[in-house]
């Protein structure tokens, strides 16, 4: 299983990024994806996440508005898109598969995750 996450860098406030996360080794159109993200001395926290189909998406509430995930399941890929960013939302960026397809909000549904992409936004 590999999760390979890219498109981190480094952006002014106000910019935008867009992540990807290409996926192999498993069923990628059976399971939800998700995007989490730590900033350095906090938790990993939920970002955004989508189900299976992409009939449905979730936001923690800080993003909404701003971020817009997607999935291509032909390319076995799931998308960030991040506009007006703010120096709050840097932090390492991972993506994840939710193989139980429930609670996307909680990291603990996650099985796979991928290594990360630094995104850093200054003031």
């Known amino acids: 299983v590999q999760l390979q996450a890219s498109g981190g860098g480094a952006v002014q406030a106000g910019g935008s990024l867009k992540l990807s996360c290409a996926a192999s080794g498993f069923p990628f159109d059976d399971y939800g994806m998700g995007w989490f993200r730590q900033a350095p001395g906090r938790e990993r926290e939920f970002v955004a996440a989508i189900t299976w189909s992409g009939g449905s998406t979730y936001y923690e509430e800080s993003v909404k508005g701003r971020f817009t995930i997607s999935r291509d399941n032909a390319k076995n890929t799931v998308y960030l898109q991040m506009n007006s960013l703010k120096p709050e939302d840097t932090a390492v960026y991972y993506c994840?598969?939710?193989?139980?397809?429930?609670?996307?909000?909680?990291?603990?549904?996650?099985?796979?995750w991928g290594r990360g992409t630094l995104v850093t936004v200054s003031s």
């Open positions: 994840a598969a939710n193989t139980d397809n429930s609670d996307y909000t909680l990291p603990q549904r996650y099985n796979y």
